[in-house]
């Protein structure tokens, strides 16, 4: 089993940035692929943003703007956010699982959620 926490979700004002960390309980990112998806209210829950041994993979809309990247020896995923604009606002979510998709479906594990909000 693994737990996943999220943090360093906020307010910010557009074009303004944020790092997102998700720290596991275990060394989940060593064999499993890490992602972040986002939820804003009253919508589904979208693909964000994967890191997998075969790369890092981006939703179009924040490609360019936002970074995914691991640090396992502290078993974190971080998300960079940079550039941020209102439709950024949602929850996001950190999630594990054991291969890469853009849908939910396949990750395992998932963390709380941590608020991000963009005032324009």
């Known amino acids: 089993q693994v737990q996943l926490v999220e943090s360093g979700g906020g307010l910010v004002q557009a074009g303004g940035s944020l790092r997102l960390s998700c720290a596991a309980s275990a060394r989940a990112f060593n064999y499993y692929v890490a992602g972040w998806f986002r939820q804003a209210p009253g919508k589904e829950r979208d693909f964000v943003a994967a890191v997998a041994r075969s790369g890092t993979f981006y939703a179009n809309s924040v490609k360019g703007r936002f970074t995914i990247f691991t640090d396992n020896a502290k078993n974190t995923v971080y998300l960079d956010l940079n550039s941020l604009k209102p439709d950024d606002t949602a929850v996001y979510y950190c999630?594990?699982?054991?291969?890469?998709?853009?849908?939910?479906?396949?990750?395992?594990?998932w963390g709380q959620g941590t608020q991000v909000t963009v005032a324009s």
């Open positions: 999630a594990a699982g054991s291969s890469y998709s853009p849908g939910t479906g396949t990750y395992e594990y």
